[in-house]
């Protein structure tokens, strides 16, 4: 990892046997696992575009390098989303697309509209995947399909199904990993 | 302590399930150990092709690359103008031979609280130009996350505030987080603090005319049936009327994908039935839900109904907020909450007062897509035993909302009929829907205490 930044919290939640004490990079590494799809969806909404969505939320994680993991933890998400929209908009100002939130304005957004071939491919990839899923154990296929198909979260699945929230995890890690193992090269 | 290459904590920290003291611990092995790393990379990949293929919109993930540059980044500087960097930034993450230094200004926006005037760390209010931009939804007063959505009617003046240009967004982009949040909200709230929320005014019996088309809402709020179910399960009574919003119950829960019309930006399904609860009149059911991999942001539906056969329509649920807001003595802003999710479809129930002198086979009612994709339906079928599930089990969830928030003037809805319509959805909710099922639990419970609250 080379030289990250160590910036170690000698704050009073070291004495806090609830918490751990955090470097930066564990601080950016459990951001992105909390935060990173809802961030992505955010700056989505503003830059209306998803790579640069996800630019834009890059930038953001890389930025948490620069903080003392100890004061912005405790109000970390409030954090994220305030970097993630300013980057946000400092996109749109230099690409000039910032303009006016009315009806109108999404008249100027790419539609974005599949062609006709590539709705076919879309098709045939989802097809595929669905496949490769229909092989695993039909728990597992279960909960992979309410997880990634309807993007529930294991609270929701859990309620979904009446299984528990550890037996949801349980599936989705043995099922992922068994699914992985059936992929073929070009879906890895 | 090591961390077991197996251990389904490293897939549910991947997907970001993972919270707390077990988040930082993997955290922790991710920049310690090269297998555990290895492997939660694994599961992030997997997870962004399955994503990517089965949600329809692309992953909200980082890349590859895009992640193993911010890891990079710790020991470098940061790039301050990602755009002109934009293609090189994952290419060169080690940046502090580039000379561009940055010196990162945090600055925390402050939003005025309607209530107390005082400043509250948040997101910034935009410009006048980008009202709609830049809301970070979560940060919006629990007030408007659970507001209802409803077409604000032509002519009263009603406005759309900024929080609702946000809820919407909301509502279409992160249904899933949105509506955690709002349950989140509500279990947080006082429950006294439903008694706060204005009153509704239930949807009047409209003349059909047929050289109109009625406009069929295509998103919902979230707040309802969380309330509910808090004030049976705390309390067991009834909540306050104001919380019972049908649409929200409705579309609390999910339905089969919509596939007998298919639209540029949506599918949808139509059906129409008998009522259960008046069996002179029908229920008419549509179902939208945005397509995969479209642009739905303009899409749109709309009822043409045959007046020669329908002389009287109303819209169930989707009640007008009173003007004026009794606890505050303020008017209300009404919303206008159009756009469909992407995610969750909307299904939408209207009451029928049919013609009753004519009979014959000519159209009921026409479904038109924004795109001018139509069906029509001309005839209507039992509500048992030939209406779809899902078409029975919503009017169901119809039914308990108007008997309990009084929203049926007819009165033809009791708590004896909603029992019998409880009975026989039943026999039909698999084992597999728990949901459904907990939601029997939660009506039959609203009838017995409505029973035993007035005698009917």
Known sequence: MGDDKQTISNSSRDTDDNKMVETSAELVERAISEYESPLIGYAKTIVLDLDRARDVVQDTFIRLYQQDAGKVSDGLKSWLFTVCRNRALDVLRKDKRLVAMEDDVLVSRDSGDPSPYEAAADHERVALVKSYISRLPENQATVILLKFENGYSYQEISAETGLTQGNVGFLIHTGMKRLRSILPDELK | ?456
């Open chain 2, 1 to 456: 302590m090591k961390i077991d290459i197996n251990d389904p904590r490293i897939t549910a920290f991947a997907l970001g399930e993972l919270q707390g003291r077990d988040a930082q611990e993997i955290a922790r092995a991710v920049q310690t150990d090269t297998r555990i790393r290895a492997a939660v990379d694994e599961v992030r990949d997997t997870s962004f092709m399955l994503f990517d293929s089965l949600s329809g919109g692309g992953a909200n993930l980082l890349t590859t690359d895009q992640r193993k540059s911010v890891r990079s980044a710790g020991c470098g500087a940061v790039i301050e103008d990602l755009a002109s960097a934009r293609v090189a930034l994952w290419k060169k993450p080690m940046v502090a031979g580039i000379g561009v230094a940055a010196a990162v200004a945090i600055s925390l926006f402050f939003i005025q609280d309607r209530k107390s005037g005082a400043g509250t760390t948040g997101m910034a209010a935009n410009d006048s130009t980008d009202i709609n931009a830049g809301w970070d939804w979560s940060q919006v007063e629990t007030e408007d996350l659970t507001a209802s959505a409803i077409v604000p009617v032509s002519g009263t003046g009603l406005t759309e505030s900024e929080a609702a240009h946000a809820l919407a967004a909301a509502i279409s982009d992160d249904t899933q987080s949105f509506r955690g949040e709002v349950a989140k909200r509500i279990s947080q709230s006082e429950l006294n603090d439903a008694h706060q929320l204005p009153g509704l005014i239930a949807n009047d019996w409209l003349d059909v005319s047929s050289d109109r088309a009625y406009q069929v809402p295509l998103s919902s709020g979230s707040a309802s049936w969380p309330w509910i179910e808090r004030y049976l399960t705390e309390k067991n009574v009834l909540p306050p009327v104001q919380t019972i919003r049908i649409e929200e119950m409705i579309n609390h829960f999910q339905y089969s994908t919509p596939s007998q019309l298919t639209g540029t930006e949506l599918v949808a399904d139509m059906e129409i039935c008998h009522s259960p609860w008046r069996p002179d009149h029908l229920l008419l059911a549509v179902h939208v839900a945005a397509r995969p991999g479209v642009d739905y942001a303009r899409a749109s539906a709309s009822l043409e109904v045959n007046q020669e056969r329908i002389q009287k329509l109303r819209l169930l649920g989707y009640a007008n907020l009173a003007h004026g807001n009794p606890s505050k003595g303020e008017p209300m802003a009404g919303r206008s909450l159009q756009q469909i999710s992407k995610t969750h479809g909307n299904y939408v129930i209207y009451e029928l007062e049919p013609v009753m002198a004519v009979q014959g086979d000519s159209v009921i009612a026409t479904l038109v897509l924004g795109d001018g994709t139509r069906m029509s339906l001309n005839q209507s079928v039992a509500w048992e035993g030939i209406a779809s599930p899902d078409l029975r089990f919503a009017s169901t969830v119809a039914a308990t909302g108007m008997l309990i928030s009084g929203q049926d003037s007819s009165h033809m809805v009791t708590a004896e009929k909603l029992l019998s319509m409880l009975e026989v959805i039943e026999k039909g909710i698999p084992a597999s829907l728990n949901k459904r099922r907990k939601a029997l639990t939660i009506m039959k419970k609203c009838a017995s205490i409505f029973a035993a609250n007035t005698g009917k």
